[in-house]
């Protein structure tokens, strides 16, 4: 193993300029002569923390009552600020232990938005290989489409000036590790953050990932004159009763195919009973005349026979 040694006399650490100073490879053994053209010079730049830290932007982020896990995990991704002073403010509106509402405003004068958090998914359910440094600044990457339609521009205005760590921010880290990306499709902004590797500076994404659905841009800081809204945006509540109707819809078209079978299956059986060729050899019957009594019918005299007696019977029986 090698490492890099800075030679004595070098001491520019302290000052605010950068400085040049020269480096020889530690080896074990003290260095020959051959050794001596691997000495090189490098230089080293002035300390990020010497700066001044002028941009000090204060972001308050708070929720309503009824949020869920996933909600909370969304809150502990970015800084929780103090809440006096903030000319930011994200707030999370939870409706109904179901539909997640974000607020991103400019206070105390606006502009301010309101989007539906949707496909919310954390890093527990992602389970991605990728990590980066707590407090460590984050680049914005932006799609194109943000600087072609005025409500976007204003939109990445508001997301840079709340996303972004403030350049020689004292709890921020002196390098780049992380990406942070706003991608509009599908009317919809995706958010993704993904790490940077060192190695052949490609991304490799770490969540969370969340889709902004945005609904209105309001000219004051939450509510005032609306400057934008979403045609295309659909409420949760309307959106679960066409799926609620549409369910419906299939369930009586079910019903309806059954019950068309069963009148089908009834008629073929009634066919299956009735015999085609009884019908073939039946004359009609004749006509008779109606005949209408309309005097009573003479009463019936009762004859009596005459028994003989059984001497008589006995004698006609042997003849």
């Given at each position: 193993m090698s490492a890099f040694k800075r030679k004595r006399g070098g001491q520019g650490l302290i000052d605010n300029k950068a400085k040049k100073v020269k480096f020889i490879v530690d080896l074990d053994e003290e260095p020959s002569e051959t050794e001596q053209d691997k000495k090189r010079e490098a230089t080293i730049p002035a300390p990020v923390s010497l700066g001044k830290w002028t941009n000090k932007e204060r972001v308050l982020i708070f929720s309503s009552r009824g949020i869920n896990f996933?909600?909370?995990?969304?809150?502990?991704?970015?800084?929780?600020?103090?809440?006096?002073?903030?000319?930011?403010?994200?707030?999370?509106?939870?409706?109904?232990?179901?539909?997640?509402?974000?607020?991103?405003?400019?206070?105390?004068?606006?502009?301010?938005?309101?989007?539906?958090?949707?496909?919310?998914?954390?890093?527990?359910?992602?389970?991605?290989?990728?990590?980066?440094?707590?407090?460590?600044?984050?680049?914005?990457?932006?799609?194109?489409?943000?600087?072609?339609?005025?409500?976007?521009?204003?939109?990445?205005?508001?997301?840079?000036?709340?996303?972004?760590?403030?350049?020689?921010?004292?709890?921020?880290?002196?390098?780049?590790?992380?990406?942070?990306?706003?991608?509009?499709?599908?009317?919809?902004?995706?958010?993704?953050n993904y790490q940077i590797i060192e190695e052949d500076a490609s991304l490799v994404e770490i969540g969370p990932r969340f889709v902004l659905n945005l609904i209105k841009i309001f000219q004051g800081s939450f509510g005032g004159p609306t400057l934008y809204e979403n045609p295309n945006f659909q409420s949760p509540n309307m959106h679960r009763r066409e799926i609620r109707l549409a369910a419906a819809a299939r369930v009586r078209e079910k019903q309806m195919v059954k019950e068309i079978q069963k009148v089908k299956r009834t008629e073929a059986k009634e066919d299956l009973e009735k015999d085609v060729t009884a019908d073939v050899f039946l004359s009609p019957a004749e006509e008779k005349p109606v005949h209408i009594q309309t005097e009573a019918p003479e009463p019936k005299v009762a004859k009596k026979k005459h028994k003989a007696f059984k001497r008589q019977r006995m004698q006609m029986a042997r003849r």
């Open positions: 996933r909600t909370r995990h969304l809150i502990t991704v970015l800084q929780v600020c103090e809440i006096k002073n903030c000319n930011k403010c994200l707030f999370f509106e939870a409706k109904k232990k179901q539909d997640l509402y974000m607020w991103i405003s400019n206070s105390p004068h606006g502009p301010s938005a309101k989007f539906l958090v949707q496909n919310v998914h954390t890093l527990a359910e992602l389970k991605m290989t990728g990590n980066c440094l707590k407090g460590s600044r984050p680049l914005l990457s932006f799609d194109p489409k943000f600087d072609q339609e005025p409500q976007y521009a204003l939109l990445k205005e508001l997301f840079i000036q709340t996303f972004s760590t403030p350049r020689y921010h004292p709890k921020s880290q002196p390098f780049v590790d992380h990406v942070f990306t706003f991608t509009i499709a599908d009317n919809r902004i995706w958010f993704r």
